[in-house]
């Protein structure tokens, strides 16, 4: 044991930077999401449930994660001291980094599965995986569901491309509008 028991049990205090940046990000996406859900135009048809509902649920759960994040950058943070101390992988945040920027510039091209594809593959990556054909399938499968659900069960199109029109197609004698 390298510290005497009496040190290891006290409690951290101080200022955790990087953890008080996170509970900041997590408070400012809960206050967008708040401004955004009263920006949704609400018919006064809707008695009690509304389009707001959801939303509003969602901002204020992000609130409360914040404050508590916050709370806890406050009292010196939630990592260990070894946590602090080890260096974060960088080719790894470029890889997670890389699928984002790829996702968001290849989804109006290709349609949602493809971007996401690229998406899974990269992040899978970035976490160490170097099985690229089993990842892709894998992001097919969970990019089709995710299309198909919010496409058949919403009447949303999140971005038909390629393999969309295809399957909608086979399975369905129709492409997406």
Do not use: H
């Amino acid at each position: 044991m390298s510290q005497p028991e009496s040190q290891a049990a006290s409690p951290r205090s101080g200022l955790a930077v990087g953890e008080f940046c996170i509970a900041l990000g997590a408070l400012a996406l809960a206050a967008v999401i708040l401004w955004q859900t009263f920006e949704i135009p609400v018919s006064p048809l809707y008695a009690k449930v509304g389009p707001t509902v959801m939303p509003l649920f969602t901002a204020f759960g992000m609130g409360l994660l914040g404050a508590l994040l916050m709370v806890s950058a406050l009292r010196g943070g939630w990592q260990t001291d070894d946590e602090k101390e080890t260096t974060p992988d960088k080719v790894a945040l470029v890889w997670v980094a890389a699928g984002l920027i790829l996702n968001v510039l290849l989804i109006s091209q290709t349609g949602f599965a493809l971007a996401s594809i690229v998406l899974f593959v990269c992040t899978a990556r970035g976490f160490g995986s170097r099985a690229i054909v089993r990842d892709a399938l894998i992001g097919l499968a969970f990019a089709l569901v995710a299309y198909f659900g919010f496409a058949k069960t919403l009447g949303i199109n999140i971005g038909a491309g390629i393999i969309e029109n295809l399957l909608e197609r086979v399975f369905f004698g129709s492409t997406p509008n």
